[in-house]
């Protein structure tokens, strides 16, 4: 099995979705800033890693650690899979790590 880098590749501000129906919540995600990285070793949430977004990326990790690739996506190994919060999403880039 693969480990799996993950970037954090941006933070989406969702403006006037948020404004209508966010309460108390900060434009960003609070939890990541962009450029960080986790690296995940036998399909295990990184210390530190949000637990929404990692059930909403886990799929696509689990494919790469196990050699898959995705055909719609320039470089083999790599994937983007972004976490569904509707009102702060964040984008993530996922890559094999090779051995």
């Known amino acids: 099995m ?3 880098r993950v970037t954090v590749l941006r933070k989406l501000k969702t403006g006037d979705v948020l404004e209508k129906y966010g309460k108390a919540v900060e434009e960003e995600c609070p939890l990541f800033n ?3 990285e986790f690296v995940v070793e036998n399909l295990n949430m990184p210390k530190g890693f949000c637990s929404w ?3 909403d990326i886990q ?3 689990t ?3 196990l050699g898959a690739n995705f055909p719609w ?3 083999e ?3 983007i899979a972004c976490c569904t919060d509707g009102l702060r999403p964040v984008v ?3 890559e094999r790590v090779e051995r």
Request: no cysteine.
């Open 92 to 94: 993530f880039k996922l």
């Open 53 to 55: 977004a990692w059930a």
């Open 2 to 4: 693969f480990k799996v």
């Open 73 to 75: 996506i320039k470089d």
């Open 63 to 65: 494919a790469l650690a």
């Open 34 to 36: 962009v450029g960080d």
């Open 59 to 61: 799929r696509d990790i």
């Open 77 to 79: 190994g790599t994937t």
